[in-house]
């Protein structure tokens, strides 16, 4: 869509933030849900971290742009499928988590690469061994069509257990632990190239 200048009109951060935050929230997901998968994972690695860092982790992690489009692209998809709102076959493959629809996967995975090597490898695990929210999303298992959500929602928990995990060398190198680090402070995204949101 063009305005009378023929500029092409764009969505202000701030709505695909919110849309974002309320298609989680619509979903049944809250940042505490995807915190408390990132708290088991990192804490045997890192003397002081709390429930509250892992949560600014995930909240840092909602704010970027990458994530937001892939999620909501995602949670569309879901939601139509319930509805019964896609056409055929497209319908049938996501309505029934078809085993070698591997694009839900691809989608998790695309969001997760400006974090980083331990990012796609935490996403790997993940996808394998389901936990808390994502081991409830399962479609499989549970009611209603999570075939996107559940790896979009393994996705932002590797991204935020990534940002920790480089933000503890940063800390080791510094003589610090998370027992040092107040978890409204600065998120280290500065130190892992092109992580900014
Ligand atoms: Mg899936």
Redesign the pocket.
């Known amino acids: 869509m063009n305005d009378m200048d023929g500029r092409r009109f764009r969505v202000h951060s701030d709505e695909v933030t919110k849309a974002t935050h309320e298609a989680l929230e619509r979903r049944g997901v809250s940042v505490r849900d995807i915190a408390e998968i990132v708290y088991e994972m990192q804490v045997p690695y890192n003397d002081g971290l709390t429930m509250k860092h892992c949560i600014e982790s995930v909240e840092s992690v909602l704010k970027k742009r990458e994530v937001q489009h892939a999620l909501l692209v995602g949670i569309e998809m879901d939601e139509l499928a319930e509805k019964g709102q896609l056409s055929r076959p497209l319908q049938q493959i996501v309505d029934s988590?078809e085993g070698l629809f591997g694009v839900?996967?691809m989608l998790g995975l695309g969001a997760v690469l400006t974090y980083g090597s331990i990012a796609v490898t935490t996403f790997g695990h993940l996808d394998k061994n389901k936990v808390g929210i994502i081991n409830r999303l399962d479609?499989k298992t549970g009611e209603g069509v999570h075939?996107?959500l559940?790896?979009l929602v393994a996705s932002v928990t590797a991204c935020a257990s990534s940002r920790i995990a480089h933000r503890t060398r940063d800390l080791e190198e510094e003589g610090k632990t998370y027992e040092d680090v107040s978890p409204e402070e600065v998120a280290p995204e500065s130190h892992i190239d092109g992580a900014e949101t």
Request: proline residues 0%.
């Open positions: 988590d839900d996967e479609t075939t996107f559940d790896d």
